[in-house]
T-cell receptor, first 115, second 115 residues
C-alpha cells in the first residue's frame, strides 16, 4: 500500500537559516508525483513544490527545493533563508497512480521559526 | 481570479444530524476532491468527482456522500453525524481528472464540530 512517512512532528529553525523537513514514501508504482504543502493556522493547504517520479532534476521553487532520492524513496523539503512567516504545518503528499487525483498525505511537521 | 471557495467556514452540529458542505472550484477546473483532516493528522481522501461523476472514493462509510453540479461546484453530505466526524473538511480543485504538477489547489476548509 502507498504510504507517506514524516518522522519529525516538530522542528525549530532560526530565522534566516535553512531547514530540512524529512519525507519518505512507499509505493510500487513506477509513475507517481510527490508534493509538499504548507498549512498555516487558517487551514488552507498551500502548494509549495512538486516532483515527478521521472524528473531527473530536483525541483526548486524560490526558497523551496526538494531533495529527491528515488533509490531511498525520500523527498525531503529544504527551505532556505527561513522567515517568520514560514512557521506552519508542512505536509508531504503523494499522488496515487494515474487514474485519479487522490493524494496520500503524511502526518505533517510543525515548523517554528525563531526570531 | 477567485480561488477555491468553501462554505460555511465553521459549523457546529449535534450528533445524529445531517450536514451539507459546499465547494466552488477555480473557474475552468472540472475536478473536485474532498478530504477530511482530523486534528493532528494529515488530510484523508474522501471523494473525487470529475465531470459530475464519482471517480474515486476513500475508505469512508456510506454516511458520506457527494455530488457535483453542471457548473462543477460540489456538495459533501454527511448523515447521522458522529463525534468522530469533527474535522476540517477540505476541497481541492484541479483542471483534469488526472493531474500532474501544480494542479491541485485547496480551499480554506470547513471546520465541522459535532457535539
Amino acid at each position: 500500500a502507498q504510504k507517506i512517512t514524516q518522522t519529525q512532528p516538530g522542528m525549530f529553525v532560526q530565522e534566516k537559516e535553512a531547514v530540512t523537513l524529512d519525507c519518505t514514501y512507499d509505493t510500487s508504482d513506477q509513475s507517481y508525483g510527490l508534493f509538499w504543502y504548507k498549512q498555516p493556522s487558517s487551514g488552507e493547504m498551500i502548494f509549495l513544490i512538486y516532483q515527478g517520479s521521472y524528473d531527473e532534476q530536483n525541483a526548486t521553487e524560490g526558497r523551496y527545493s526538494l531533495n529527491f532520492q528515488k533509490a531511498r524513496k525520500s523527498a525531503n523539503l529544504v527551505i532556505s533563508a527561513s522567515q517568520l512567516g514560514d512557521s506552519a504545518m508542512y505536509f508531504c503528499a503523494m499522488r496515487e497512480g494515474r487514474s485519479s487525483y487522490k493524494l496520500i498525505f503524511g502526518s505533517g511537521t510543525r515548523l517554528l521559526v525563531r526570531p | 481570479d477567485a480561488g477555491v471557495t468553501q462554505s460555511p467556514t465553521h459549523l457546529i452540529k449535534t450528533r445524529g444530524q445531517q450536514v451539507t458542505l459546499r465547494c466552488s472550484p477555480i473557474s475552468g477546473h472540472k475536478s473536485v476532491s474532498w478530504y477530511q483532516q482530523v486534528l493532528g493528522q494529515g488530510p484523508q481522501f474522501i471523494f473525487q468527482y470529475y465531470e459530475k461523476e464519482e471517480r474515486g472514493r476513500g475508505n469512508f462509510p456510506d454516511r458520506f456522500s457527494a455530488r457535483q453540479f453542471p457548473n462543477y461546484s460540489s456538495e459533501l453530505n454527511v448523515n447521522a453525524l458522529l463525534l468522530g466526524d469533527s474535522a476540517l473538511y477540505l476541497c481541492a480543485s484541479s483542471l483534469n481528472m488526472v493531474g500532474g504538477g501544480t494542479e491541485a489547489f485547496f480551499g480554506q476548509g470547513t471546520r465541522l464540530t459535532v457535539v
